[in-house]
C-alpha cells in the first residue's frame, strides 16, 4: 500500500494543488493529512479543495484546525470533523 502524508498544508493552495497533482500521478492508496490545514492566506480556499478531494484519504485535526473545528474560518463555515 502506498500512502501520502501531507501536512502543514497552512492554507497555502497553490503548493496543495501541486503536491495533489504529483500524488495522483504517483497512484498512491490513501493520503492523510496531517493537520494545520486551514490557517494561513487562503484557508476557504484550501478547505474547499480538500472537502471535495474524492480519494481515499484521512485527516487528523492539528492544533492550528481547532478554531475551524469551532466554525472561524472566515466567510463560510465547513462540517470540520475531527477523527
Not at 498544508?9 to 492523510?32: F, M, Q, T, Y
Amino acid at each position: 500500500m502506498r500512502i501520502a502524508v501531507l501536512c502543514d498544508i497552512h492554507g497555502n493552495l497553490p503548493a496543495l494543488e501541486a503536491v495533489l497533482s504529483e500524488v495522483e500521478s504517483v497512484g498512491v492508496d490513501l493520503v492523510v493529512f496531517g493537520g494545520d490545514v486551514a490557517a494561513g492566506p487562503m484557508p476557504v480556499e484550501t478547505i474547499e479543495v480538500l472537502a471535495g478531494y474524492t480519494s481515499p484519504s484521512r485527516f487528523v485535526r492539528g492544533n492550528a484546525d481547532s478554531t475551524a473545528g469551532r466554525g472561524r474560518v472566515r466567510r463560510r463555515t465547513y462540517g470540520w470533523r475531527p477523527c
